[in-house]
C-alpha cells in the first residue's frame, strides 16, 4: 500500500514552453502533498505544499507564478512549470501525506528544457 | 535549515551490519526522527521512524538516544541493494508536517 505515482517519468521541453507534472496517490487520500526539487548530487529541496480545494504554501525563495500548483481532488496534484528556462532543468519530485502522517514518495520526473 | 547533521557517506561490507549516524541536537519533545533512503534516480523510500523509544521494522532498526540528540539506523544484513542515500530527518508531530532535508548520508555496501 501507500504507492504514489508520478507522469511523466521524464520530460523534454523547448525554452519558453509550459510543463505540468501530475502527482497521484494510488491508493489513499491525502489532503497534503509535497512538490521538492533536486538538482544532480543534491539534496531535495521543498518548494511547497499542497493542500486540497486550497492554495498552495511555497517556500521562501520559490516563484509561485512559474510554478504553478493545484491539488484538485484527494488523490492529485499537479505541478505546473510555466515558460521553462534551462535553470528550470532538474528532478521535480511529489509526496503524498498519508493519514498516519510518513509522507510516501512518487518515483520523480526528470525536466530537461533545451 | 534542516535540523539534522549526518556524515557524508559511509561505506559497509555486504552482509554486515551498517550503522548510520544522525544528529540532532535540537530536536524538541514534539518532534518525531524520520529515517527515508533514495536509490539512484528514484524517490526517497520509507524506512523507519521513532519519537523516544528504539523502533524496529522488516527493514531496520532505529536508536535513539535517552536525551534524543542523537540516532542511529542500523540495517543488521546490508545487501549490495542497500546502496543508497540515506536521510534522517526530523519532523512536528503537529503543523504542516512538512520534511526539511538535509545532506544525507551516502551508504555504499561493498561487496
Known amino acids: 500500500g501507500a504507492v504514489v505515482s508520478q507522469h511523466p517519468s521524464w520530460v523534454i521541453c523547448k525554452s519558453g514552453t509550459s510543463v505540468k507534472i501530475e502527482c497521484r496517490s494510488l491508493?489513499?487520500?491525502?489532503?497534503?502533498m509535497f512538490w521538492y526539487r533536486q538538482f544532480p548530487k543534491q539534496s531535495l529541496m521543498l518548494m511547497a505544499t499542497?493542500?486540497?480545494?486550497?492554495?498552495?504554501?511555497?517556500e521562501q525563495g520559490v516563484e509561485k507564478d512559474k510554478f504553478l500548483i493545484n491539488h484538485a481532488s484527494l488523490t492529485l496534484s499537479t505541478l505546473t512549470v510555466t515558460s521553462a528556462h534551462p535553470e528550470d532543468s532538474s528532478f521535480y519530485i511529489c509526496?503524498?501525506?498519508?493519514?498516519?502522517?510518513?509522507?510516501?514518495f512518487g518515483p520523480g520526473t526528470r525536466l530537461t528544457v533545451t | 535549515d534542516a535540523k539534522t547533521t549526518q556524515p557524508p557517506s559511509m561505506d559497509c561490507a555486504e552482509g554486515r551490519a551498517a550503522n548510520l549516524p544522525c544528529n540532532h541536537s535540537?530536536?524538541?519533545?514534539?518532534?518525531?526522527v524520520y529515517w527515508y533512503r533514495q536509490i539512484h534516480s528514484q524517490g526517497p523510500q520509507y524506512i523507519i521512524h521513532?519519537?523516544?523509544n528504539n523502533e524496529t521494522n522488516e527493514m531496520a532498526s532505529l536508536i535513539i538516544t535517552e536525551d534524543r540528540k542523537s540516532s542511529t539506523l542500523i540495517l543488521p544484513h546490508a545487501t549490495l541493494r542497500d546502496t543508497a542515500v540515506y536521510y534522517c530527518?526530523?519532523?512536528?508531530?503537529?503543523?504542516?508536517?512538512?520534511?526539511?532535508f538535509g545532506t544525507g548520508t551516502r551508504l555504499k555496501v561493498l561487496a
Open positions: 535540537t530536536i524538541s519533545g514534539n518532534e518525531y
Open positions: 530527518i526530523v519532523r512536528p508531530r503537529t503543523g504542516t508536517y512538512k520534511y526539511i
Open positions: 509526496s503524498a501525506r498519508h493519514r498516519s502522517y510518513e509522507q510516501y
Open positions: 521513532g519519537l523516544k
Open positions: 499542497s493542500n486540497e480545494g486550497s492554495k498552495a504554501t511555497y
Open positions: 491508493d489513499f487520500q491525502a489532503t497534503t
